[in-house]
Structure formats: C-alpha cells, structure tokens
C-alpha cells in the first residue's frame, strides 16, 4: 500500500491554467476521479476565475435564448418548451461534468431526431427525455462507454451533414411564410417548392435581411488593438466583439421591434410566434399517461409504443455529440474528461429536465464555442447561463409573441450551416477513400429516414471493418511464410 505523501503526489490537479482543479486525474491508473463533493470543488474555486465564468456564461445565455426558442420550432413544440429545456444543464453539469467547455441545452440535431417520435405532442416529448435519462444512466452506472466507439466517424459525420441540409430547408417554409408543410424530407421539398408562389412578401423580406446581418456580422473580424490608442482601440474591440458574439440576439431583438411597431400602426405583413405560456415551468413529473379531449386514457406502454425507435436512437446520438464535443476540446485545452461521467451527466440532466417539461438535451456544438473562445474557467459558466435562461422566463415571456418566425428559421439555418461541411468528402477519399461508402450511406438514406440511416451506415461501417480485420491478418502469414530468421 502507498503511504498519504505517495498518494498525494499521485493525485494531482489537471494543469491547465484556470481549468482544471475542478478535476483530479490519477496518474497511476490514467483516469479520472469522480468529482469531488460541493464543498471539495467550492475550495479549489478561485475567485479571480468568476469574471472569466461571468462573462462567458453571460455570451452564451445571450446565444441560448434565441437558439432554444428556434429548435422548439423544429420539434413542432411551442417556443416556451426550447427554454424550459435549456437550463436545467447548466446547474446539473456544473456538479457533475468533467468539461469545463461543454454547454448542455437543446440542439439542431436532437430537435431533428425528436420531432418524428413527438408529433407536436409536449407530454411525449416529456415522457421521451425522462426515458432517455433512464437509459443514459444506467449506460454509466454499468460503465458501457465503450460501446459508443463502435459507431465510426464517417457514420456521424454523414447523418451530422444530412441533418444540416434538412433542418437548414425545414427552416425554408417559416422564411417564405408558407403553412402545411410535411415533415418528411423529400414531402417538405416537393410541398415548399410547390408553395412558393403563395409566400408572403414581409416574410421573405424580414428573412433576407436577418440571414444578411447574421453572415456580415459571423464573417466579421474583430481588430487587434493599437499601440498609439490603447484606450479607444481597446473599446471599439469590446464592442465589435459584442455585437459579433450576442449577433442572434441582435437580429431578434431587432426583428420583434420592428413586428411591434408594424402591429402597433396596424400592419401585419409577418408570420410571429404567437402565444407563449407566461413564466417559469411548473415543477411536476412527467405524464405516463395521457387523456385526450374526448376522455380516452392513453396508458404509458401505448405512448412508449409510438416513440419506438426514438428510445434507440436518440439516447446514443445524444451521448456521441456531446462525448466528441468533450473530447475535442479537452484535447485542445489539455485536460481529460471521464467519459462515463459524462454520461451520468447528461441523463440526470435528462431525468431531471423531465420534471420541468424538458425535452431531450445534449452537449452543443455552437454554444460550447462561444464558451471555449470567451474563455470559460469552469463548468460554473452554466449556472449564469441557466440563470439567464431563467430571468427570460420569468420576466421576457409576453414580448416573444412578437418574434417573427422568419427571424428564428434564419437563426437555425446559421447554426446548423457549419455542420454541412463539403470538406469532409475531400478528407476521407484522401485519407481513407473505403470511409466514404459508410458516410455516403448514412448521408443518403437519413434524408428518408434518420434512424434508418445510421443504422445502415452503422453496418457498413462493421462489414468495412471485418474485410479490413481479415485483410491485415492475411498479409502477415504471406510475410512469416517468407520469413527465415525471425
């Protein structure tokens, strides 16, 4: 057995500047400790790392607001639910994440994968995010991590740019102003084609000028202060840096004044987002059951029934964009994350979030950069954004009646943009040309049907990895059958 002072020089705070005190790795065995309790991490919590934690979690609450009243759109839920489920992460992760960069809340790709399963039904969406916590608990109390490396990059990343084209198109009908459109990819391509002779002019306006502000401002670069005017340059940096990170609220904001002032002289050119439920959600757990106008009882194993592959799919898909997030940043920022941990967080935050009329959560991709960039220290960054999150709906509610829906499908297309990236085709025939038939499988068929789609490329991938298996066992035995002196 090791004495305390052995112990002690083998556990040790991850170095990483401000990071990582919240984390202990064990250089012994190459992992990482569980967190400490609350009062462990309150003791290492610097203070001079609050104003870091301040400013990023009050930039990345600025780009939730918006961005969750968007995706609600895609589920076919009611604006008010993208809050309820975008705040409830940021106070569970900050006790039980092992990122410092990761902001939990809803995604593009999640609202994607629920919307078929929910059928702008609340209490379904609910009862799914209950149900996905369960099954991602129990994935880290068994410590099945692991499994998820078997899904191959090529497969995320054909159903990631498939899952881009079609949400960035779904988003098509609120710019045009169109309604009635169906769900299904190619329906909602053939109906929005068909349609656009009836689209509304204000509509198609209010989008144009959205989308132009969002890309002059994303391609802006913020300039580097001058030696000459210290002060002044160090100002005009500020706020060119603040119009830049806060640009989706900026366009918004923007746009909801404008409808209000139309609506106020009595113009009403624009399609908005209508009634919102006032206030905080109530705290209540989530239906197993449900009773429809007409009095009929749906019991809890007919509502499981019409999630079905929903409970699959959306509990793993949900763990590989937030685990890869994890990942990618704590190899950027030189610390390790314990990828059962995460896990665990993730599906308490699911479980909990039920409890607040949530719908399923995971790690994203765009607000997770703004954390990293703005500088973030510790995971505490997401209790000032949940807190945020919170005011909005304690005290902004009314004033997003007013939100013109063409102003959300513009924030939506800009985020998920990045996410189609040509690039990778060029990647994988360079690298590994065998790599495209999984990515082009799953790209393809997703754009019928997404579950369908991963799960065909998911076998390809496996049938690519046994020829590859049995094709490099095969050559050693030619080279040892050669071979004299080894």
């Not at 995706?71 to 106070?91: C, D, H, K, N, T």
């Not at 079609?166 to 102003?177: C, P, V």
């Not at 590994?432 to 049907?449: A, C, E, G, H, M």
């Amino acid at each position: 057995m090791c004495d305390v002072a052995d112990k002690q020089r083998r556990i040790q705070f991850c170095n990483t500047g401000c990071v990582s005190s919240w984390l202990y790795i064990d250089e012994e065995y190459g992992t990482s400790v569980r967190h400490a309790n609350i009062q462990q991490q309150r003791d290492v919590y610097r203070l001079s790392w609050l104003q870091m934690d301040l400013i990023a979690g009050i930039t990345v609450g600025l780009t939730t607001v918006p961005q969750s009243l968007a995706y609600a759109e895609v589920v076919g839920l009611p604006p008010q639910y993208g809050l309820y489920s975008a705040f409830m992460g940021g106070f569970i992760y900050c006790i039980f994440g092992t990122s410092k960069d990761v902001v939990l809340g809803p995604t593009a790709i999640m609202s994607l994968l629920c919307a078929p399963h929910v059928g702008h039904h609340p209490g379904h969406a609910v009862l799914l995010t209950f149900l996905c916590g369960v099954i991602q608990v129990i994935t880290s109390l068994l410590r099945l991590g692991f499994l998820l490396d078997h899904i191959s990059d090529p497969v995320i990343k054909g159903f990631t740019c498939a899952a881009a084209v079609t949400i960035g198109f779904g988003q098509m009908k609120n710019i045009l102003g169109i309604g009635e459109v169906p769900q299904q990819f190619l329906m909602q391509v053939y109906y929005t084609l068909l349609k656009v002779p009836e689209a509304r002019l204000g509509d198609v306006v209010m989008g144009l000028l959205c989308l132009c502000t969002l890309v002059i401002l994303s391609g802006r670069k913020i300039p580097a202060g001058s030696e000459d005017h210290p002060t002044s340059s160090r100002w005009i940096q500020s706020l060119i840096w603040g119009l830049v990170t806060a640009r989706c609220v900026l366009v918004v904001v923007g746009a909801t004044c404008v409808v209000y002032v139309s609506e106020a002289w009595g113009y009403k050119p624009f399609t908005i987002t209508g009634e919102t439920s006032q206030g905080l959600p109530p705290v209540k757990p989530p239906p197993f059951s449900e009773t429809t106008s007409n009095g009929t009882v749906i019991s809890f194993s007919q509502i499981a029934q019409s999630l079905q592959g929903g409970l699959v799919i959306i509990p793993i898909m949900g763990l590989l964009e937030s685990i890869a997030i994890a990942k990618a940043y704590a190899g950027q920022n030189d610390y390790r994350i314990d990828t059962n941990q995460e896990i665990f967080a993730i599906g308490l935050t699911n479980i909990l979030g039920s409890f607040v009329s949530s719908y399923p959560v995971t790690g994203s991709f765009g607000r997770s950069a703004v954390n990293s960039q703005t500088g973030v220290c510790t995971p505490a960054g997401g209790v000032v954004t949940g807190t945020i999150v919170l005011l909005s709906l304690a005290f902004f509610m009314p004033l997003f009646h007013y939100i013109p829906k063409a102003s959300l499908a513009v924030v939506i297309i800009c985020s998920v943009a990045p996410m189609a990236d040509y690039r990778v085709v060029r990647d994988l025939w360079q690298i590994r040309s065998l790599d495209l038939l999984p990515f082009l499988v799953t790209f393809v068929i997703s754009f019928w049907q997404v579950p369908h789609g991963i799960l065909g490329g998911v076998i390809v991938s496996g049938m690519l990895n046994i020829y590859k298996r049995s094709k490099f066992l095969h050559t050693p035995l030619k080279t040892l059958g050669n071979s004299q002196n080894i």
